[in-house]
């Protein structure tokens, strides 16, 4: 394979990448930042470091590893701070999926029956637009988008290295963006809504978890466009021509076989019929039940159990037509055949354990120490105290909450602090509905996700680039080139906004920018 250097590059840019392509293996990386923070958490507390939480009024210290608590919560938690690393299961039980898919040969067939007669130009646009709305699976489609956007990219004679890249930004940097009120909306709702009753009183304000759809749906579009030209007029032009090893490569002119055919065929209608399993489940059967709602059967699409248990539909929707597709064409023997080809699959993933292990561990502590909740409070506090009014007051808080998400990427965590700071405060400053103060947040959050190497999905997406296109790409490259996106999508977002603000409309149904007069 031979990826030849760069067309174009900035100084500022390449000194990013030399640098992030020095750091350690992320086990390494990250069991290092563990006991950073642990000596941190011993220094600050001999300081008595404290503050105060805005949520509960509460007097918070931070809490030192180094003392018989810090050893009780760690030989209490090293094990289940592993096994409760929320992308530890995912990740393995979605690559199973996907691989059966890969290696029955579901996915060549099908990129070089549609994806080869795409015109190239568009393939960023609409692998950015899937992995925008791939967010109502929630951190699901950070696992299956940039893998599916190096193959579709590969299909369409471009550099899979960029297309896993666009999948990846699509995903975090669009991760607030979508045609549909998702997960992320119920989050974010709830917390705003508890403030809401805690600062105005209880019925003075009804926040609906709707209060956002107008302007993040219509923000999926913008994303979309600002991703998927990124791609084409700058991020592809800091790469070589992709020169794939023998087998990698899809021929365009390639012609699939009647059994090919006839497996695509019966793929296709078992990932149908089990599509229309899940419709009829939701409408009329129990995966549309709302979860813990006070009303027997209860039905809504929002919270309801079909979302709850996304990850094992999801699961069950790649691995059908995969082994259906493997066992028509051949290419699986059976079930003997399936358990093999998901033990190959599973024997890649090693070096994403040992990863998980000390990403675990390092996230954790930092949690346990009260460091992320002292960084949260404390630069809330600051920004409070600059006194900065109108539409430059929003900017400077967009660009904090952008800030503050590279050390904590949780975006419910974050909100759940700075909203008691911030919704009173615009409030008060301005005006502003919460709703607002919600979308503000929203935008800088979702913009620095594209490069937060804090993210454990973008190791995953490193390690799946570095298994299918080049063993040796390195951190650097990806964070070099997802840098400028998430910065341009910020700044274009920002001015989104502001016209959006300028004219007027609603953000939501009944949500309008301010408060109504009284």
């Not at 999926?97 to 015109?119: D, M, Q, Y």
């Amino acid at each position: 394979m031979e990826n030849t250097k760069p067309v174009k590059r900035s100084r500022f840019l390449a000194w990013i990448e030399e640098t992030c392509n020095k750091l350690p293996q992320p086990g390494i990386l990250f069991m290092t930042l563990f006991w950073i923070t642990a000596v941190l958490s011993l220094i600050l507390s001999l300081f008595k470091v404290s503050f105060i939480n805005p949520a509960n009024d509460e007097v918070v210290f931070v809490q030192n590893f180094f003392s018989t608590g810090g050893l009780y919560w760690f030989l209490g938690n090293l094990i289940t701070n592993f096994t409760s690393f929320p992308p530890l299961g995912m990740v393995l039980v979605m690559t199973a999926a996907v691989g059966l898919c890969e290696e029955s040969g579901l996915i060549e067939t099908l990129l070089n029956e549609r994806v080869k007669k795409t015109l190239p130009v568009l393939v960023p646009y609409v692998v950015a637009f899937i992995g925008i709305l791939g967010n109502i699976a929630s951190d699901t489609a950070s696992i299956v988008v940039p893998s599916l956007g190096g193959l579709i990219f590969l299909a369409a004679g471009r550099n899979p290295l960029v297309g896993i890249i666009c999948g990846y930004a699509a995903v975090q940097a669009g991760f607030s963006a979508n045609l549909m009120v998702a997960g992320t909306d119920g989050l974010l709702q709830s917390i705003t809504q508890g403030v809401v009753e805690d600062f105005l009183g209880e019925g003075t304000l009804s926040v609906d978890i709707t209060c956002n759809w107008y302007f993040m749906a219509a923000s999926t579009f913008l994303c979309t466009f600002v991703i998927g030209f990124l791609i084409n007029h700058f991020v592809e032009k800091r790469f070589g021509v992709f020169v794939p090893v023998q087998g990698m490569e899809i021929n365009k002119e390639k012609k699939s076989t009647p059994l090919e055919k006839k497996a695509l065929l019966w793929a296709g209608i078992s990932m149908q019929a089990f599509l229309v399993l899940v419709i009829v489940f939701t409408i009329w059967g129990p995966l549309g039940i709302v979860v813990g709602h006070e009303a027997e059967g209860q039905r809504a699409f929002i919270g309801s159990y079909l979302l709850k248990y996304m990850v094992p539909v999801l699961l069950l929707f790649f691995s059908i037509p995969g082994i259906v597709y493997g066992l028509i064409s051949g290419a699986f023997k059976g079930v003997d055949g399936i358990y093999k080809t998901v033990v190959k699959i599973m024997g890649k993933m090693g070096g994403y354990l040992v990863f998980c292990f000390f990403c675990a561990q390092f996230q954790k502590l930092f949690s346990w120490t009260n460091i992320d909740k002292l960084l949260a409070v404390n630069g809330s506090n600051l920004l409070n105290a600059t006194g900065f009014t109108g539409f430059g007051m929003i900017v400077v808080f967009i660009i904090f909450s952008g800030f503050i998400n590279i050390f904590i990427p949780s975006a419910s965590a974050k909100w759940a602090i700075m909203a008691p700071v911030f919704i009173p405060m615009m409030i008060m400053a301005g005006g502003y509905h919460p709703a607002m103060t919600q979308i503000f947040y929203r935008i800088g959050d979702s913009s620095t996700n594209a490069f937060t190497p804090f993210s454990p999905y973008m190791w995953v997406a490193l390690k799946a680039a570095q298994d299918m296109y080049d063993p040796k790409i390195k951190l650097g490259t990806f964070v070099s080139n997802l840098l400028p996106i998430g910065l341009v999508m910020m700044a274009a977002w920002i001015i989104f906004l502001f016209i959006w603000m300028l004219i007027g409309l609603p953000v939501g149904p009944g949500v309008s920018v301010f408060f109504a007069a009284g």
